[in-house]
């Protein structure tokens, strides 16, 4: 008995140091093999300028062939296939609107990140970021229109198992285990913004709650900016049904399809976001 209780306190404590928290199961899935993305439209309220505002935001989730070289999709020899995920944020703010996207790349064999971007336009100016893992940092280049983040770079040395605060709609589909549980992992803020600042790699805590009475998965991300609170589908592959941010900002999922949305560009398509 005193053998068995040892093992398991050995066990949770790995758990609690983040050991083997997540799995590369789902982006593995044959699921991204059909041709069409994951198109998740959310009914949003999005924090802007002190203020909470109605929003309009769309994840798209797809796979596609990604050059190591270049970083860029490409079918060139040596190509890997990634899953994508564009967060695609519009805000009207008054007069003038926010027109925001992340994008985020893991390699579909391995589920780690192998690059990050962002471009932000607003009527003050733009603001593009871009950033992927070399020797041990996160190499994340920008150009902004702030006096002082003209252009430039930040070397963020990236922590064992870093986990970055844009990957989390789709990171925390690829927990291991939806048991409850809680984790200590390290986290880097969101660079959705037009500004840069001095990002860094902070202590954060996952904690997998127990399921909802509808058995949504119910996971809370602590850090040193408050708790945001995700729910997830029951059913595989847990889409993101909802995102309440620790600042006020909020997602609830209307409705997720799998489309082919490139080839829905013509005028009446935009139906599909009703």
């Known amino acids: 008995m005193r053998r068995i209780l040892a093992i398991a306190a050995l066990l949770a404590a790995a758990r609690a140091r983040g050991a083997d928290v997540f799995a590369p199961d789902l982006f593995r899935n044959r699921l991204w093999d059909d041709g069409r993305a994951e198109y998740d439209v959310y009914a949003a309220t999005e924090v802007r300028e002190g203020l909470p505002r109605p929003a309009r935001v769309v994840h798209l989730i797809v796979k596609e062939p990604f050059d190591p070289k270049t970083r860029v999709k490409s079918d060139r020899p040596g190509a890997v296939d990634v899953i994508k995920m564009n967060q695609v944020i519009d805000v009207p703010t008054g007069v003038y609107a926010y027109h925001q996207m992340q994008s985020t790349f893991w390699d579909r064999a391995t589920g780690a990140v192998v690059k990050v971007s962002l471009s932000s336009n607003d009527s003050c100016g733009n603001a593009f970021k871009e950033g992927w893992l070399e ?70 805590t996952i904690r997998v709650l127990a399921p909802a009475a509808d058995g949504t998965i119910r996971i809370e991300v602590a850090g040193a900016a408050g708790v945001d609170r995700f729910a997830f589908e029951k059913s595989s592959p847990h889409v993101l049904r909802s995102w309440k941010r620790a600042d006020g900002s909020a997602l609830e999922l209307r409705k997720t399809m799998r489309l082919d949305y490139w080839n829905h560009g013509r005028p009446g398509d935009e139906k599909l976001l009703e």
């Open 135 to 204: 020797g041990g940092f996160l190499r994340l280049l920008f150009h902004t229109y702030w006096d002082g983040e003209a252009d430039g770079e930040r070397r963020v040395p990236l922590p064992a198992g870093g986990i970055f605060a844009d990957e989390l709609p789709m990171k925390l589909r690829c927990l291991r285990r939806f048991d409850p549980a809680e984790y200590r992992v390290k986290i880097l803020p969101s660079i959705i913004g037009s500004k840069v600042g001095s990002p860094a790699f902070a202590d954060a």
